[in-house]
């Protein structure tokens, strides 16, 4: 297995840059450091590396974040792919702005309760026991509210969304391949979701209810674009007024009621 440290990040940079300025130097001017697919278990120390935006660590072995206190410059962080089974250490990233672990073991989506920054999670696909789901901690879920535009869930076993009604920002959720089959849960979540474009749930339960399609629609008035499929202005229009045409004829009956209910009185 293989570590990563500023001894390995030196071997990847060219023989020239080093022999003309310096190790020390030419780890500082690095912000953009690819070390994908090297078999690296662990994260050694980096703090050379102090402008340092963008990581990419994929589809490696390693199995804890760590050692990343001197990187408060990151903006991008890739560690999809990877053994990781615990969200932590990630308080120092205070610029971090996309986070991608999709494909490890990770069961609770936790330890963000002090990044306020974060635009993209990407947290699909983990490989979790038979019978479990991800879970999200409330506290990192308030501190990704006001924050968070896109959120990947897709393939953890998800059956309601509603505690993501916190998430008053999201412009794009993907959380396809999940269990969930509770149209109310949705519907309440949708109604907080006042800034949602794009939103795919294909091969969720829920799909195979009748009238799922128009039911999203009529929840969503910004949705623009729903598993895959473009929304428009002419089908978003007949739906609505179907909506307050039964609305209308429901008040209606309610009236009628109430009045032969009076007058038998």
Not at 191 to 207: E, F, I, Q, T, V
Not at 221 to 240: H, T, V, Y
Request: aromatic share 4%; hydrophobic share 35%; proline share 2%.
């Amino acid at each position: 297995m293989v570590r990563l440290t500023t001894d390995l990040i030196a071997r990847s940079i060219s023989h020239k840059n080093r022999s003309e300025e310096g190790l020390g130097q030419s780890l500082r001017k690095i912000t953009h450091l690819n070390l994908a697919d090297r078999n690296i278990d662990a994260i050694g120390a980096l703090s050379h590396c102090k402008n340092l935006r963008v990581l990419y660590l994929y589809d490696n072995q390693i199995s804890q974040i760590q050692n990343l206190d001197f990187a408060s410059n990151i903006t991008h962080l890739y560690l999809q792919n990877n053994c990781i089974s615990c969200m932590e250490n990630l308080s120092s990233l205070k610029n971090l702005e996309k986070l991608y672990l999709g494909g490890n073991c990770i069961a609770v989506v936790e330890g963000l309760d002090k990044t306020e920054t974060i635009r993209e999670l990407h947290i699909e696909s983990q490989h979790l026991p038979p019978g479990e789901k991800l879970l999200f901690d409330p506290r990192s879920l308030q501190s990704l509210a006001k924050s968070l535009s896109v959120l990947n869930i897709s393939n953890n076993n998800i059956e309601e969304l509603e505690e993501l009604a916190v998430l008053g920002n999201l412009s794009y959720l993907r959380a396809v391949d999940n269990q969930l089959q509770d149209m109310k849960d949705l519907e309440v979540a949708l109604s907080s979701w006042s800034k949602l474009r794009r939103l795919d749930l294909a091969g969720n339960p829920m799909c195979h209810i009748p009238k799922y399609r128009d039911r999203v629609i009529v929840h969503s008035p910004a949705l623009e674009s729903l598993d895959g499929k473009e929304i428009r202005d002419m089908e978003r229009q007949f739906l609505m007024n179907w909506k307050a045409s039964k609305a209308a004829r429901r008040k209606s009956k309610d009236t009628l009621t109430k009045e032969h209910a009076a007058s038998l009185h």
